[in-house]
């Protein structure tokens, strides 16, 4: 092997450790996200209901909030697979005393994934993951419901 190539233990140790944090921070977004929703809702929820307000309104406010946080927790979840992807990699390069890409935190780069070409990374894909469908779906269903209720109702 090439002394010039090997690369210190440390070094993998600090980029493993990036990752990681990268990682932690977009599950700690998504888990902080999914809270704020639940309790928007919940609150917002019980102001229009409490003050009389339409149910059109209702189902406007219902629908724009969970599609706003519903795509946002889809991109986080999303992104923590990506670094995921790049955590496996770089454990499995380093190995070969690879240093292309070293610090690289570019989650994107396909570069840094093993066997990209079979790996499916559109946001659908985690939007409609069996994680986020039923906390997001059932209050899609709801103002669904609410709108064919309105729409019938006339």
């Not at 980029?15 to 917002?44: H, N, P, V």
């Not at 070969?96 to 610090?103: A, L, Q, S, V």
């Not at 989650?107 to 993951?129: A, I, Q």
């Not at 986020?132 to 729409?151: E, N, Q, T």
């Amino acid at each position: 092997m090439d002394n010039e190539k090997n690369i210190p233990i440390e070094v993998l140790h600090k980029e493993i450790d990036l990752i990681q944090s990268c990682i932690k921070r977009m599950a700690t977004c998504s888990f902080s996200l999914k809270g704020w929703y639940i309790s928007l809702i919940t609150l917002a929820l019980t102001l229009l209901i409490g003050q009389g307000c339409k149910l059109s309104i209702m189902r406007l406010f219902l629908f724009a909030v969970t599609t706003v946080f519903w795509g946002l927790d889809g991109f986080f979840l999303k992104t923590e697979t990506l670094y995921r992807w790049k955590y496996e990699w770089i454990i499995k390069v380093r190995k070969e005393d690879n240093d292309d890409f070293i610090y690289d935190l570019n989650p994107m780069r396909k570069e840094m994934w093993l066997e990209p070409e079979k790996k499916n990374y559109s946001l659908m894909k985690f939007v409609l993951s069996k994680t986020l469908i039923p906390l997001y779906g059932l209050p899609c269903m709801i103002s669904i419901g609410i709108l064919i209720y309105v729409i019938l109702s006339y």
